[in-house]
Each structure stands twice: as C-alpha cells, then as structure tokens.
T-cell receptor
Framework: DADVTQTPRNRITKTGKRIMLECSQT?????MYWYRQDPGLGLQLIYY???????NKGEISDGYSVSRQAQAKFSLSLESAIPNQTALYFC??????????FGPGTRLTVL | GDSVTQMEGPVTLSEEAFLTINCTYT??????LFWYVQYPGEGLQLLLK?????DKGSNKGFEATYRKETTSFHLEKGSVQVSDSAVYFC???????????FGQGTILTVHP
C-alpha cells in the first residue's frame, strides 16, 4: 500500500463550487504539506502543518483552507473554486531528515 | 527570499549520452539541497540530497555536489537511459519546518 494517498485522483468541478481534497499517510510523520504544480512553475507551497494544532500559510494560500484532522490526515479545501485554480495538487509528508514523501497527486479542473 | 533557478528545458538526449542539468540557488543561510524526480503520472520522489558545502549526493548513477562558492548544485549522469525520462526538480530547505523551495523543473527525454 502507498505511504501517502490522495483522493480523488481526478476531479472536474464548476466555478463557485466547494471542493475538498484529502490526504492520508501511514508514515507516522508529523509534518505535512500541500503544494500545487503548474506547468513551468515547479511546485508552490499552499499550506503546511507540524501537528494538528500547528497550521501555517505557504506562499499561495489565498483561496484555500486546510484542516488537520489527525496526525495522519490533512485536507485541502477550495471554498469557491475558480478556473485559475486548475492545477495538479500534491500532498507530502517529511521526516526529521527533511526528506519529503509525495502522494500521487490530484488533477483538478475548474470549468 | 530563497529561490532556485534551473536550466530551461526541455532536454532531449540519446541513450548513453552525458547529462547535466544546472541548478543555482539564493538563500540567506546554509540550506540543504535536493534533487527530486517526477516520472510520468506519479508524485515526486527524492533522487539525492546534500546538507553541507562540498557534500556529494548520489543515487542511481546521478550525482550532484553542493558548491557554496558558486551557489550551485548541478545534476549529472554519465550515461542516461530511456527510463531516466522524467521531470527533474532542484530544491532547497532552510528552516526547521523543512519547507521546500523548488525550481521550475526540467523535462528530460531520452531516445533509444
């Protein structure tokens, strides 16, 4: 079984809809992250968390929110989706050696 | 703020050719440096890392040396294979949260 899982893997939604992307990990790591990937721009950090009480904004948090329900679960929400949020979204965890372990990604399309 | 700049791609090579992907960085302190690889349809995975100046990271025939004087961490491989076709990301981490700052990625295609 994969160590970091993301659901859904693909999602098409309409402008203005609320959508939640979920991430679960079995690695036992405290640190978790959400990134978005756009072509030619690498990955940009949306939110990160050290534990269930520690949530921090990344460089592009506007229009997004997160919830850390447990050590193993970190969800990303788009309260009112817009077309420029169309992207590939990755969840990651990291160990004490700063190595990050990525999920397979969620491809989100906002029409 | 911190930033990472990679050579622009895409890079197209024939099998067994020598590969170099350039990466330079700006940081206020002494970051750890990483190369991640993304195969088609998959998430990123760590390829190699270096945590201090003059360290050499290596894995699967790939190497990169942490050069503080030139603020660089170039990725090299002596003989690429078709299976190396992927997107390669250079990244740095400088704080206790382990946040990564990524370069824009370089697409590598290797032909038989």
């Amino acid at each position: 079984d994969a160590d970091v899982t993301q659901t859904p893997r693909n999602r098409i939604t309409k402008t203005g809809k609320r959508i939640m992307l979920e991430c679960s990990q079995t690695k036992g790591h405290d640190r978790m992250y959400w990134y978005r990937q756009d072509p030619g721009l690498g990955l940009q950090l949306i939110y990160y968390s050290f534990d269930v009480k520690d949530i921090n904004k990344g460089e592009i948090s506007d229009g997004y929110s997160v919830s850390r329900q447990a050590q193993a679960k970190f969800s990303l929400s788009l309260e009112s989706a817009i077309p420029n949020q169309t992207a590939l979204y990755f969840c990651a965890t990291s160990d004490l050696m700063d190595q990050q372990f990525f999920g397979p990604g969620t491809r989100l399309t906002v029409l | 703020g911190d930033s990472v700049t990679q050579m622009e791609g895409p890079v197209t090579l024939s099998e067994e050719a020598f590969l170099t992907i350039n990466c330079t960085y700006t940081a206020t302190g002494y970051p750890s440096l990483f190369w991640y690889v993304q195969y088609p349809g998959e998430g990123l995975q760590l390829l190699l890392k270096a945590t201090k100046a003059d360290d050499k990271g290596s894995n699967k025939g790939f190497e990169a040396t942490y050069r503080k004087e030139t603020t660089s961490f170039h990725l090299e491989k002596g003989s690429v294979q078709v299976s190396d076709s992927a997107v390669y990301f250079c990244a740095l981490s400088e704080d206790s949260y382990g946040k990564l700052t990524f370069g824009q990625g370089t697409i590598l295609t290797v032909h038989p």
